[in-house]
């Protein structure tokens, strides 16, 4: 069962654009919206986290917009640069949906140069 | 400050073989987790230990085992190998045993496993 969807599954922006990847969850007892970032070959690396008492988090150029009535959060990337090419996974928890983290799908961002 | 080590990195297992994956967890961290990352996939939670007691398992069946040492670090099991475990086995560990609390789960690099 595929609690969290994430879309698009491959994205490519230009130097300088806006990165936007989308996630939607389906249950109500996840409280903690983290993005992570992964490189070939390395683990995933946190990148920014939201909990679902405020609407938006910036920090940098990474946002986390964050639409509770929708179950509906996304990441922006401003100023997207070549090192940001990585696959980003969005991912859901809560103390009452089993303590563990529930993943996306993952999406492919390329930036060109 | 070390982070989380995994060993080994690779690894090339037969069907029906076991294995032993192990996990160093950060310094200070007292929880771990496992996740199965199937190529092209997000990671899937297969177990969590806290306090080397299993703290919340996730849909995978019993021949996936683990234990958690006092000094903190861990093993991933897997009996009778299948095909389809072929992975990148993943171990996070962090501060507390809820990740609601904001403390994140920092992960290792994995062990890539693969079953032939």
């Known amino acids: 069962q595929q609690q969290v969807k994430q879309s698009p599954q491959s994205l490519i922006v230009q130097k300088g654009g806006i990165s936007i990847i989308n996630c939607a969850y389906e249950n109500t007892a996840f409280d903690y919206f983290p993005w992570y970032q992964q490189f070939p070959g390395k683990g995933p690396a946190l990148l920014i986290a939201?909990?679902?008492?405020?609407s938006e988090k910036k920090e940098g150029r990474f946002t986390i917009s964050f639409n509770k009535s929708a179950k509906q959060f996304s990441l922006h990337i401003m100023d997207s640069q070549p090192g940001d090419s990585a696959t980003y996974f969005c991912a859901a928890s809560g103390n009452n949906a089993g303590n563990m983290l529930t993943f996306g799908g993952g999406t492919r961002l390329m930036v060109k140069p | 400050e070390t982070g989380v080590t995994q060993s080994p990195t690779h690894l090339i297992k037969t069907r029906g073989q076991q294995v032993t994956l192990r996990c160093s967890s950060q310094s200070g961290h007292n929880t771990v987790s496992w996740y199965q990352q199937a190529l092209g996939q997000g990671p899937q939670f297969i177990f969590q230990y806290y306090r080397e007691e299993e703290n919340g398992r996730g849909n995978f069946p019993p021949r996936f085992s683990g234990l958690q040492f006092p000094n903190y670090s861990s093993e991933l099991n897997v009996n009778a190998l299948e095909l389809d475990d072929s992975a990148l086995y993943l171990c996070a560990s962090s501060l507390r045993r809820s990740t609601t609390l904001g403390y994140g789960y920092t992960f290792g690099s994995g062990t890539r496993l693969t079953v032939v």
């Open positions: 939201i909990r679902p008492d405020v």
